[in-house]
Structures are given as C-alpha cells and as structure tokens.
C-alpha cells in the first residue's frame, strides 16, 4: 500500500540536527514523555460526559460530539504547550518518522482542534517510512473522525501489512461494524494485507472475523474481548436474533471481565450488555448493568436515562396488568368471557395448535398450543421494542404479550381477538431498588405469528429490529438498543 500524500514543515517531527540511533532513542523517550505527562494531564480533568466528549477517539467504541472552543478549553491550552516543548527536541533525518508519529499523538488529543495537523504529521511519516504500523493506525483514526470511514479501513489494513496488531485489528473490526449497520457500500474491504469481505462477504461477519483475530493475538487484553462482545451483538440483531450470537457476545463480556480488570470499570460494556440482556427480557440483569454504567460514569446521561425508562416501563406494564387496562364498566365487560373459536383463524380447526389458557401453559416453549384471548391495553417502551399487548383468556387470566419485530405502524386494538401459537412463556420476577416487579410475559418472535381478528397482521407488520449506530464520522454508538423501523 502507498504512502498518503501529506506535507509537513521541519518543526512538525522536532527539530533536525545530529545524532544518530543513539541520539535518537533518546530523543524519542523525550517526545514521549511529553505525550504521556499529555495523556495523564487530559485523565486529570473532570469527567467528561462520554458520549460527548471530544477528546476520546474510536478506541472507546462510542460517540462523540461537540467540539472545544480552544481559548476556553484547557486541554488544549496544555497541547499547544507541549508541541512547542516537543519543536525544541531535536532528532536526525532517520528518526523524523517516529517522531511525526508522537507529534500527531499528541495532535489527537484533541482531535477537534489538532485532527487535520495530526493526519498531515502522519501522512509525512509515511513517507519517510512507509513501514511505521503506529503511523498507519493513527492514520485510520484520524481518517475515521472526519468520517472517511473506507480510507480508515484501508489505513487499519496497511497497519496489517506491516505485522499483527490487535489494536489495529479491533479498530478494523469497528469500523467494518459501522459500514456493516450505517450509510455507504457494504462488502468492500480494505486492500490486500488487511483482511477484507471477500466475495459473498458480509461486512458484520469479516468484522467478527477481525476481532476474532485480535483476541487470538492476545487473549488477556480485555478491550478485545469487549470489542468481540459487540461483534456479536451487532451480528445478533443483524442476522435473525440467532441465540447462538447472544449467548457468544455475554460469554466475550464476561471474559473480557474475568482476564482484565480494567473491563469491569468499563461503562460501556455494562451499557450495551444491558441493551442485549434487555432485548432477551433478562431484565434483573439489564436494570443492573445500566445501573453499574450509570455509577461508573456519573456524568454520562444515556445510561442514567435508559435505567429509568425501562423502570418506567416495567412498572408501567405491571399496572396495566394488575388493573386489566384500567378498564371499567362496558369496555371491562366487552373484553370478559371466552373467546369465539372462530376467531382463531388460520390457527383453528382440525390438526390445528390446541387452544390452552394460560394457566395451562408451562414456562418456557409450549408447541402445538395456542392461547385466545383479548387485547386490554397496548404499551410501546421508548425505542418500540418490544410492543406489548395487555391479553386476558377466557378464565380471566393476564399475561403480556411481547412482540418483536414489529413495524411502528403496526398495533391492535383494545377489545381486539389475539391468539398466540406456540407461546414461549416466562414468569418474571424481578427485585431492583426497593421495587418488585412480577408478571407472565408471552414472548413472540413476529407480529406474523399472531392471529388478530381471526386474520393474520399483513405482510408490511414486520419490520426486523436494527441496530442504531451513529455516523461513522465519530464512532458508532453501539450501545443504542435497536429500534421498530
């Protein structure tokens, strides 16, 4: 792979001058002193709102949004200082390369302000020595923040063709991730040397690929488990819900978890195992999850605000249940008593699923059943997912009726005739801070497998989840639960 084309002015790697390798190691341990007492003064500030913060990278796996005013901004004002620290360090012609390379590190940390100098300080590194891997991973990055998310792809593959680096092999993967559920082609890797979508290649699956790769390359980092649990995730609500992804992206968690303790104090692996927990209706474990995210990073709101919304919805729905809809007089009496036969539909007759209250129905899969009853209330949670459907049988009986991948257009009617097929039942009782949350939940796959009026829903009632990633400008937020669209 070429050089990028990039320019730079004899300050931009430290001054020139004598010296030679020994010289030179000397003078590179200087400049990187300076860029880690750089790093260690940004980690000293305040907290910064995570999903907001400019200064983090796509190394995070998460968003981030508004630029700093650089005459307010103190990190900043400590970045200037230091790159002037860093011109009077002198280096000879051969160890200007390197040295670019620290420059530009310290140009990202604060990429709003110092991106565009540090990727022409990379671009000249590259030049000098097309070699430098380090170079070509900042280079994707920097590439990655002002949304040119195919030159970072093929940036992370020339870090490749200079030899293995998980970090690069994680970014490959993230960024792949993001072509895979954002705008633009799919299917085209970077160049040859770093793995790419070969033909019939799904982007999702050659980013799952990637972190594979990075895990094998060291299986104690724990940043690359975390990035393997999200390939997982993103490939789960991408390829039909398999289970087998589910359960592959918690058991990555849960070992980037055990092999680094680094990963336990990362919010964002609470916050999007949550967003996977509460897809599979393990609510215990999202509430705590969001929770632990929320205490980890105090100042980030999404955690905070999804933590309170599913409280909200699950108290929601037990009331709804506990009170049948909260409906009195006629509309109760309308929705009371056995349901007609007939309004099975397609599901009634002869060799037909067997009618069953709910009473009758054991937890877990109930085949070649089906429950009847009436619909007393519907509940759409923030995000749609899953809408729910208050059912009372014939006996009186109420469970929820929790349905996937259904279109934001579609829905039914208080009063309406509901027949499950083959209902998956779960008793669910769920304690989380000082509040109990009981009831019996009917969890189905599809709008279409319903029976509504004895007709099944059309065909545009389905409409599978997908995973909201953010502009791969910045970096996909995949924390985002998915969304009814």
């Known amino acids: 792979m070429a050089a990028p084309e990039g320019e730079a002015t004899a300050a931009d790697g430290g001054g020139t001058g004598d010296g030679g390798d020994g010289g030179d190691e000397e003078a590179l341990k200087r400049l990187e002193a300076l860029v880690t007492d750089l790093y260690n003064f940004r980690d000293s500030l305040p907290t910064r709102d995570p999903a907001h913060d400019p200064t983090h990278g796509p190394t995070h796996d998460h968003a981030h949004g508004h630029a700093p005013d650089p005459a307010q901004d103190p990190l900043v004002a400590e970045m200037e200082?230091?790159?002037?620290?860093?011109?009077?360090?002198?280096?000879?012609?051969?160890?200007?390369?390197?040295?670019?390379?620290?420059?530009?590190?310290?140009?990202?940390?604060?990429?709003?302000?110092?991106?565009?100098?540090?990727?022409?300080?990379?671009?000249?590194?590259?030049?000098?020595?097309?070699?430098?891997?380090?170079?070509?991973?900042?280079?994707?990055?920097?590439?990655?923040?002002?949304?040119?998310?195919?030159?970072?792809?093929?940036?992370?593959?020339?870090?490749?063709?200079?030899?293995?680096?998980?970090?690069a092999r994680r970014l490959l993967s993230m960024a792949l991730r993001a072509q895979g559920a954002g705008p633009g082609p799919r299917g085209e890797g970077p160049a040859p040397g770093g793995a790419g979508p070969g033909p019939g290649g799904g982007a999702l699956r050659e980013s799952l690929a990637q972190a594979e790769a990075a895990v094998r390359?060291?299986?104690?980092?724990?940043?690359?488990?975390?990035?393997?649990?999200?390939?997982?995730?993103?490939?789960?609500?991408?390829?039909?819900?398999?289970?087998?992804?589910?359960?592959?992206?918690?058991?990555?968690?849960?070992?980037?978890?055990?092999?680094?303790?680094?990963?336990?104090?990362?919010?964002?692996?609470?916050?999007?195992?949550?967003?996977?927990?509460?897809y599979l209706e393990r609510f215990q474990g999202a509430l705590e999850g969001l929770s632990r995210a929320a205490d980890l990073a105090p100042q980030w709101e999404e955690p905070r605000r999804r933590h309170q919304q599913l409280i909200g919805y699950l108290g929601d729905l037990c009331r709804l249940l506990e009170t049948r809809g909260k409906l009195r007089g006629k509309r109760r009496r309308g929705v009371a008593g056995p349901v007609p036969l007939p309004l099975l539909g397609p599901l009634g007759g002869a060799g037909g699923p067997r009618p069953s209250?709910?009473?009758?129905?054991?937890?877990?899969?109930?085949?070649?059943?089906?429950?009847?009853?009436?619909?007393?209330?519907?509940?759409?949670?923030?995000?749609?997912?899953?809408?729910?459907?208050?059912?009372?049988?014939?006996?009186?009986?109420?469970?929820?009726?929790?349905?996937?991948?259904?279109?934001?257009?579609?829905?039914?009617?208080?009063?309406?005739?509901?027949?499950?097929?083959?209902?998956?039942?779960?008793?669910?009782?769920?304690?989380?801070?000082?509040?109990?949350?009981?009831?019996?939940?009917?969890?189905?796959?599809?709008?279409?497998?319903?029976?509504?009026?004895?007709?099944?829903?059309?065909?545009?009632?389905?409409?599978?989840?997908?995973?909201?990633?953010?502009?791969?400008?910045?970096?996909?937020?995949?924390?985002?639960?998915?969304?009814?669209c």
């Open 357 to 484: 209250p709910i009473a009758g129905l054991r937890p877990g899969p109930n085949p070649h059943r089906v429950v009847l009853g009436r619909a007393l209330f519907s509940l759409t949670p923030p995000g749609g997912v899953p809408y729910t459907i208050g059912l009372q049988d014939g006996g009186g009986a109420v469970a929820a009726i929790t349905v996937y991948n259904s279109a934001p257009n579609w829905g039914v009617a208080v009063g309406d005739a509901v027949g499950v097929a083959e209902p998956v039942l779960s008793q669910h009782l769920h304690q989380h801070q000082g509040q109990t949350f009981s009831f019996v939940s009917l969890r189905v796959p599809s709008p279409l497998s319903l029976v509504v009026n004895g007709k099944r829903p059309p065909g545009h009632a389905l409409a599978p989840p997908r995973l909201a990633l953010t502009n791969p400008s910045a970096m996909p937020d995949e924390a985002t639960p998915p969304s009814r």
């Open 81 to 167: 200082r230091t790159l002037k620290l860093m011109e009077q360090i002198h280096v000879s012609p051969e160890g200007r390369g390197r040295a670019l390379v620290l420059r530009a590190r310290a140009l990202g940390v604060a990429p709003e302000v110092g991106g565009a100098r540090a990727e022409l300080a990379l671009g000249h590194a590259l030049k000098l020595d097309p070699a430098l891997g380090v170079a070509w991973r900042q280079l994707g990055e920097q590439r990655w923040r002002r949304g040119d998310l195919r030159g970072a792809r093929e940036a992370f593959g020339g870090a490749l063709q200079q030899g293995e680096d998980p970090e």
């Open 217 to 278: 390359c060291d299986p104690r980092d724990g940043q690359s488990w975390y990035v393997l649990g999200n390939a997982h995730v993103s490939l789960f609500f991408a390829g039909g819900q398999s289970p087998g992804s589910a359960r592959r992206a918690l058991a990555a968690y849960a070992q980037a978890e055990r092999v680094d303790p680094a990963a336990a104090a990362n919010p964002d692996l609470h916050l999007n195992r949550a967003t996977l927990l509460q």
